[in-house]
């Protein structure tokens, strides 16, 4: 969507590359030991992109139109950026329902701020945020049309920037596929229908991307043979609400991957090799 | 059957807690405290947390299994901004996973959710006899009670480091703390407020003119129960240093000063946004002290919470441009008391040498 909007307006866009060590350690080196590998890696493309373009657009995302709210580090991570890299030029959309910035009103600003049209503006973001929903569409159709495959089905139940990365999610996903198991992931039925069924595992979660995650467990929990958690070390919303998770939902084998900066590709395989074995011999038993 | 009523400690606070749901459930039941936080309590709460949940989670944690076993039947928590929200119903879940039968009522401290009838619902259950008029009286009588013991504990905070004869300060503290508790109307409260600050402030001081000044920023469970710091403040007034901390109850929920503008405003462009629960008074307090001729700050948070790692980057860069020294910890339940102290030590005498320096 930011790629499509800025685009639309006519502007360049670099993109950091995808993540290697070499980034992951420039960012754990622009951090405090205790933030998030995420967070980590965050800094670590920031830092890649000063000096290769005019600005680097850090976006605030807080909270939605329900109140639903997203993770604390989306909240201050702008900030965050500023104090590290105050070298660093950056243009930013802040997002927070309950202080009246809508996203409408977010890319309204940023696109003034970038001397556009308004009129051009507005199209740019409709366009990018039709573009968005297209996107996210074709990636629902896929998956389940994936439902139907006879291979195991495992729902990676993790959030997107962590699963898609190329360093931290991708070993998961090219372990399992290669012991020829079929990956679903949570963050990609709809999200509004998700967070309505998340209510029947919490009643009171308010972080909008774990109630995602966490509707698409139920959404998906008699089509699929077991959940692979994935977290990255220390995050705060994944440390309850994947506690309270793996205590209500009783019937899907589970099992949780904590992911930090210094991890062997070796021990993570072979726990995703054994617990592929487990959710095989319980597919035998069943039949 | 009579409730039995329990909650988790933090700090002196259980005394205003308890007078206010003893006020409201009445004959219905009877508030037992939770025991005192002890190694013990921590141990059970660490072993039925998640992995790497923040530290107030496992005190909270203990002190409700140490409360249910001593046959406590409702137990009360409180909300908050960050993932401290989210707390009581995972904590519900495992209390219930081990086995034990209560009900979980939530004090909500979140003014965009706090409401008087939900309130009032909320104990009418307990107690049925329950009136507004009541619930009004009860409230207003705890919310006395915590002015009145947060201003007494800041000046003692302040001064403590100063005494001729330690512990004269504290005795005096605890002795309000005792009859408040007994109090019965907020006139009663005054009155004892009023006797014990003349007390206080007729305790003779050995306070240099130049005294070393430090503020305390952070989280505020580790800031407010003593036993999670390691008793900090007390060791610093040990060393003769002027302690000046904002965050107690008072301040969190009724203070005009703890809204986010204000906030904003003060961070001088260190904060453009609310960066979390605290995060944002911790960078906003760090200005302030670094501009009111602080000589140091100490940063408390517990390990892994977010708003205030959030806020240490930050921090760092007012340190850096402002010139003021920040010393930080995270506690979690293996922090070594020994650790705290040489650090403390250090830090003491890093900023004494640095007004020698200066002059």
Known sequence: ?287 | MKHKISFPHMGKYSVPIKKLIEELVGDSGEVMLAPSITKKTIELGSKHSPEFVCIPFKYNLGNFIEALENGATVLFHTSGDCRMGFYNEVQEQILRDLGYEFEMCILETNSRNRSLRDFYGMFKRLNPRLTYARTIKAILLAVRIVFAMDKIERYVRQNIGFETQAGTLEEIENTFLRDVAKAKSIFTVGKLYKQAMRKLESVPLNKPQNALKIGVVGELYVLMEPFSNYFIEKELAKFGIEVTRFIDVSYLLFSPKHKIPYLVKESEGYATYDIGADGTDSVAKCVYFAKNGYDGIIHLKPFGCTPEVNSIPICQKISEDLGIPILYFSFDSQTSETGVKTRLEAFYDMIEMKRETVK
């Open chain 1, 1 to 287: 969507m930011w790629r499509s909007f800025f685009e639309e307006l006519g502007l360049n866009v670099v993109v950091s590359p995808n993540t290697n060590k070499a980034i992951l350690d420039a960012g754990i080196n622009a951090s405090i030991d205790e933030s998030c590998t995420s967070a980590k890696v965050y800094m670590g493309h920031v830092e890649w992109l000063i000096g290769k373009c005019d600005y680097i657009f850090v976006p605030r995302i807080a909270i939605y139109e329900n109140g639903d709210a997203t993770c604390t580090k989306f909240y201050g991570i702008y900030d965050i950026v500023r104090a590290t890299f105050p070298q660093a030029k950056l243009i930013h959309i802040n997002i927070d329902y309950e202080d009246g910035q809508t996203e409408w009103n977010a890319y309204k600003k940023l696109g003034d701020e970038l001397g556009a049209k308004p009129a051009a503006v507005k199209q740019a973001y409709k366009n990018a945020a039709a573009a968005l929903k297209n996107y996210e569409l074709e990636l629902q159709a896929a998956q389940h049309a994936l439902l139907q495959s006879p291979k195991l089905k495992v729902l990676i139940v993790a959030h997107p920037y962590n699963i898609y990365d190329a360093l931290i999610g991708e070993p998961i996903v090219r372990a399992l596929e290669s012991l020829n198991a079929a990956v679903l992931y949570a963050d990609i039925p709809d999200i509004a229908h998700m967070c309505e069924k998340s209510k029947t595992i919490s009643r009171t979660m308010y972080w909008r991307y774990n109630k995602h995650l966490t509707g698409s467990i139920v959404h998906y929990s008699d089509k699929i043979d077991g959940i692979i958690f994935m977290t990255t070390f220390p995050c705060g919303p994944d440390s309850l609400a994947i506690e309270l998770i793996q205590r209500k939902v009783k019937d899907i084998p589970m099992t949780n991957l904590v992911i930090d900066s210094n991890f062997g590709e070796a021990g993570l395989h072979t726990r995703i090799e054994s617990f592929i074995d487990i959710l095989e011999a319980k597919k035998e038993t069943s039949k």
